[in-house]
Structures are given as structure tokens and as C-alpha cells.
């Protein structure tokens, strides 16, 4: 079993930043993908950032290209998603993912990812 557990939402200004982390416990796999969903009140879960756990390759919504960024720390089983120059339009709850069937970064449909987190508020204002 694979728990995971985000952190670091919170309330910030429009163009403040925010660093999000999400701790990954349990199983190993040989291969595997983690990564960031979003999903804003009245609407579908949308995908953020996702980076490959054994050679960093990463791959990012158009909606956040240039100023999110994400990131691994191996020795602390940890995925991060640094957002820059946050927009109200980012407001939403944010989602861990691992993909444990392959490193594939590009995004898959949600039903496609073994486990999630709870989800972290994140909110910009104007």
C-alpha cells in the first residue's frame, strides 16, 4: 500500500508563491510517476505537473508552464510543486498522484492513477 500526504496550501495574494509537498510512504516500485492534479469548485479535476521518480523527466499543464515547478527529493520520498506568480485562477484543491504501473509523464486519465492524496486549499486572491 502507498499513503500520501500533502501539505503547504494556504491563502496568498495574486503573484505571491506557495511550495506544495507531498510525502510518499509504503511500497517501492521499480518505475513509477508522481504528480499534481487540481480541481476548482464546479469543475472537473484538471492535471497540474508530473515528474518521473527515477530520471526527473517532467511534463506541465500549459496553464502553469513558467511558473510552476516540480521536483523531487529521493532521500525524503518527497514531490514538490513550486508555484510562482499564482493567479486567482489557481485557487483550488491540489492532488497528489503516483502512478505505480510506469514512468510516463504525460497526463492519463484520472481513473489511470493508483493513489491520491486528501488534497491541499490552495486560494489567490486578487
Do not use: H
Amino acid at each position: 500500500q502507498v499513503q500520501l500526504v500533502e501539505s503547504g496550501g494556504g491563502l496568498v495574494q495574486s503573484g505571491g508563491s506557495l511550495r506544495l509537498s507531498c510525502v510518499v510512504s509504503g511500497r517501492t516500485f521499480p518505475r513509477y510517476a508522481m504528480g499534481w492534479f487540481r480541481r476548482a469548485p464546479g469543475s472537473e479535476r484538471e492535471f497540474v505537473a508530473s515528474i518521473a521518480w527515477t530520471d526527473s523527466r517532467t511534463y506541465y499543464a500549459d496553464s502553469v508552464k513558467g511558473r510552476f515547478t516540480i521536483s523531487r527529493d529521493n532521500a525524503k520520498n518527497t514531490v514538490y510543486l513550486q508555484m510562482n506568480a499564482l493567479k486567482p485562477e489557481d485557487t483550488a484543491v491540489y492532488y497528489c498522484f503516483a502512478d505505480t504501473d510506469s514512468d510516463y509523464v504525460r497526463p492519463k486519465g484520472t481513473s489511470e492513477y493508483d493513489y491520491w492524496g486528501q488534497g491541499t486549499q490552495v486560494t489567490v486572491s486578487s
